[in-house]
């Protein structure tokens, strides 16, 4: 159930993204990154600017051709469509979300109903400007506050092949979002402020991934709201951004992991898969050949043995591990709820709760990730969930 990126280059050609001649430069703002890596005259693509005089001023020239540099300003949707472009040197400028996904040669697009990952090298730069920021800045607090969850199931996922878990950069996503919050609780009002704390914490973060890039989109929460976006778009429904969505569905899954690390013995029946499709089609107006593909294929019983068997001998380190996120996520809740002029009233109807069963429960064959909860189908716990 590991994240099958397909990897490429503009030109078709198979490259690992984290190939040490495309290593990513940071920078304050994009007009010193584009002095940094292109002269002056050079031509350049840019992509989600409103305004592209500053670049004229400085003697470039914005072609929507053949150009020398190609830089992207927003978000996922604009930087896929930096990294997908043909040749050229890229800056991606990160004012809006996907701070973390900046840095690293991942981007995701849709895929009919699914999100399809896509992987190229990284971008030549990256620039995080504390005077360009996303003015939804409770949603960017979230996606900083998700890593930690991200960061757990990572934990559980390297434990469960047998491997060891970088507890470094794990331990340092929990300072960051442990500092982050601390910070901003005395300024959530001062939105120049917030806006300038959470850029900084945006550029922390996106070096974390780009060492990392196993982390991004990895947690159950990351699936459900996938799933939740999918069942939204088929009954043509509006949805939040999907930091905020993600953090909302994130106190649930953890809640979920927890009681499952409590009681979690044994195995029902193994998942049906075929039922699963099904209900892929009907609740997510999915394909058929496309949920076949996405849907993950049940564990061989020797390896759910093997898997059952990690997860009683781990229980205790992966419960209190688990109990940490869950005091941070509280801490952080108080403070995500106050960055809305209306302190989070708005919350209260941003997830119908009767989404949540169906959701929860076919969200590993929704979006593809090595967590707990994709685990958890294994175990057959989730088919109650399906109606």
């Known amino acids: ?22 290593s990513t430069r940071f920078f304050d703002d994009v007009r010193t990154a ?43 949707r604009e930087f896929g469509a930096a990294r997908a472009y043909g040749d050229g040197c890229k800056i991606l400028l990160a004012p809006t979300h996907a701070h973390f ?76 979002v442990a500092e982050l919050t601390s910070t901003l609780r005395p300024i959530t009002k001062d939105r120049t402020l917030a806006a300038k704390a959470l850029v900084r914490a945006g550029r922390r973060a996106a070096r974390i991934v780009a060492a990392r890039p196993e982390l991004l989109h990895c947690s159950g929460a990351a699936q459900t709201a996938e799933a939740l976006r999918m069942l939204c778009r088929a009954e043509d429904r509006s949805i939040g951004m999907r930091g905020e969505t993600e953090l909302l569905l994130a106190v649930y899954v953890a809640d979920f992991y927890v009681k499952w690390l409590a009681c979690g013995d044994g195995f029902d029946f193994p998942p049906d898969n075929n039922r699963r499709i099904d209900s892929l089609c ?60 209306d302190d989070g009233y708005g919350l209260k109807t941003l997830i119908d709760k009767t989404d949540l069963p169906i959701c929860l429960a076919l969200a590993p064959d929704v979006f593809a990730a090595e967590s707990m909860l994709s685990f958890i189908k294994q175990t057959g716990r989730l088919e109650r969930y399906i109606i």
Not at 116 to 125: G, L, N, Y
Not at 144 to 169: H, K, S, W
Not at 310 to 334: G, H, S
Request: glycine fraction near 6%; charge should be negative.
């Open 282 to 341: 009907e609740y997510f107006g999915a394909d058929l050949r496309r949920a076949c593909i996405h849907a993950s294929p049940i564990y061989p019983p020797m390896r759910m043995r093997l898997y059952e068997y990690r997860r009683d001998e781990f229980r205790t380190e992966l419960t209190r591990r688990l109990a940490t996120v869950k005091q941070r996520q509280n801490a952080a809740w108080q403070v995500f709820k106050r960055l809305y002029p």
């Open 34 to 76: 584009l002095a940094a890596l292109a002269p002056s005259g050079s031509r350049i693509k840019p992509i989600g600017f409103d305004n592209v005089d500053i670049f004229l001023r400085d003697g470039y020239r914005v072609t929507d051709e053949d150009c020398d540099v190609i830089i992207a300003r927003g978000g996922e």
């Open 101 to 176: 996904a900046a840095a690293v040669g991942a981007y995701r697009t849709l895929d009919g109903a699914f999100a399809h990952s896509f992987r190229c090298p990284p971008p030549d730069a990256v620039a995080f400007d504390e005077n360009d920021c996303d003015r939804n800045l409770a949603s960017l607090f979230a996606e900083t506050v998700n890593l930690d969850l991200c960061a757990f199931d990572y934990i559980f996922a390297t434990l469960m092949q047998g491997r060891r878990p970088d507890t470094e950069t794990v331990n340092e996503i929990g300072k960051l």
């Open 1 to 22: 159930m590991k994240i099958e990126f397909e990897k490429r280059t503009p030109d078709g050609a198979t490259q690992q993204p984290n190939d040490e001649r495309h």
